[in-house]
């Protein structure tokens, strides 16, 4: 009898995945086994089982996913989503598997000839060294996100360049539905909700913490007459921001700098704001992160923090966003940050949950992404156009399936009589749900 890639796979994995293959898996023979009705998942190479040997789970699947070693046929998301349930369904995850299913699984691996030593990481896999958080080896972790290209991120996001969580007006469940609104107007929209909450008035000095392509700096100067400081340790985001500032001709209002957060040398300010750069931080430095919001704010002055939160294992947000997307990267529990900030001396006056908003917002980039694929390819290449596909679908899924959120922080420094100045009553401004 012929013994078949996929009949030994399946052999060899039942015991793992506590049943049949949740998969319908062809091997690099053409041989095929599991259910047909199940997403359908190519192994085009030994290579993507020599991957999974040396980083079984998610790093070795990512690992193979991006170089094209493994194929998923179809739609990626709603394959993902299943494998996710039959995994829930399964109790299979943070199962480790015994000794003697590992060495069973190795023994059909020598049968197939995929055992040797580990293959080089894809290219697109990050490669940072130093000292963890370090002002280097911070600055290398941004560039290799955000140093891509602004051509490339101006594919995928809206013509704000507003790479944050959008705040969806309209067009959500319980808002007004609206053909013509999208993903522009509800990035503005969060653009007013962040200047509204805090308090931005002309003439009132802003600075924006790790403020990217300068959405927010340009929108609070634009539509709101403050002056901002934004400060930034990405060389092609401040390169962007400086064009566009010159563009609309606010050169007197607006200041773009390539300075980390902890060397700003001109505070306090009478309002700062920080849309998820705090991710990027790390655990260690994050009390340091609080202290700098904190220090840079006048008595008085509110603070706003829109940030990411996560539970569990993975706080960088898993082997795969931690190696191809965001090195050094740490979530923690809302809670968390919020005790960080009350131990810098803020006063928190309000926690915001966005999750669904950024659901909807994942959506929408990877719809742009999706119908501009070619382009992808041709300015990043293929194999970076993977983890980018990857990176947008499983995101989203998170979200949606509450592993991770995002929140806004509202918070205010309080005088030293220990008053926010905040209003005693808080009212709806003018009907967007804004309690001031």
């Known amino acids: 009898m012929t013994v078949t890639v996929a009949a030994e796979l399946d052999k060899a994995l039942r015991p793992l995945v506590r049943g049949e293959l949740p998969v319908h898996l062809t091997a690099w023979d053409g041989s095929t086994a599991g259910p047909v009705s199940a997403p359908r998942v190519v192994l085009r190479s030994p290579d993507a089982l020599r991957r999974l040997l040396w980083n079984p789970g998610e790093l070795g699947a990512a690992q193979a996913c991006v170089t094209g070693e493994i194929d998923i046929e179809g739609d990626l998301g709603e394959a993902l989503a299943h494998v996710w349930a039959v995994a829930r369904e399964r109790g299979l995850n943070g199962v480790r598997p015994s000794p003697t299913t590992v060495a069973k699984v190795l023994r059909v691996a020598a049968k197939l000839g995929v055992v040797g030593g580990p293959l080089p990481a894809p290219a ?11 002002l280097l080896r911070d600055r290398a972790a941004i560039s290799h996100h955000y140093d891509l290209s602004n051509d490339f991120y101006a594919l995928i996001l809206d013509p704000q360049m507003a790479y944050s969580c959008a705040y969806f ?14 993903l522009e107007d509800a990035q503005r929209d969060k653009l007013d909700l962040v200047c509204r909450k805090i308090g931005l008035e002309p003439g009132m000095r802003l600075l924006d913490v ?29 390169a962007f921001v400086d064009k566009r500032i010159a563009e609309r001709g606010l050169q007197d209002r607006v200041e773009i700098r390539l300075q980390d957060y902890r060397e700003v040398p001109d505070g306090p300010f009478d309002a700062v704001a920080s849309l998820e750069m705090g991710e990027h931080v790390g655990e260690k430095n994050y009390a340091r992160y609080a202290q700098a919001l904190y ?18 294992r993975h706080p960088g947000g898993g082997p795969f966003i931690e190696s191809f997307i965001a090195p050094d990267m740490t979530m923690r529990p809302v809670g968390e ?12 006056r309000d926690v915001h949950g966005l999750r669904e908003h950024y659901v909807w917002t994942v959506e929408a980039w990877l719809e742009k992404f999706e119908s501009r694929w070619d382009d992808v390819v041709e300015m990043v290449g293929l194999e970076m156009a993977r983890v980018w596909r990857l990176y947008l679908v499983g995101g989203g899924m998170s979200f949606e399936q509450g592993r991770m959120g995002v929140d806004q922080i509202l918070a ?9 100045l905040m209003p005693a009553v808080r009212v709806d401004s003018a009907g967007s749900g804004v309690l001031r």
């Open 124 to 134: 697109t896999q990050a490669n940072i060294r130093g000292r963890l958080h370090s």
């Open 337 to 348: 940050s919020v005790a960080y900030l009350e131990r810098a001396g803020l006063e928190v």
């Open 412 to 420: 205010v420094k309080p005088t030293a009589a220990g008053r926010s």
């Open 169 to 182: 007006t309209r067009n959500a469940p319980g808002t007004p539905q609206d053909s013509d609104y999208g």
């Open 210 to 238: 790790g403020c990217g392509w300068g959405s927010l700096s340009l929108h609070a100067a634009a539509e709101y007459g403050a002056h901002v400081v934004g400060v930034t340790i990405s060389r092609e985001q401040k």
């Open 295 to 312: 220090d840079n704010a006048k008595p008085g002055a509110r603070v706003l923090i829109q940030q990411m939160s996560r539970t569990g």
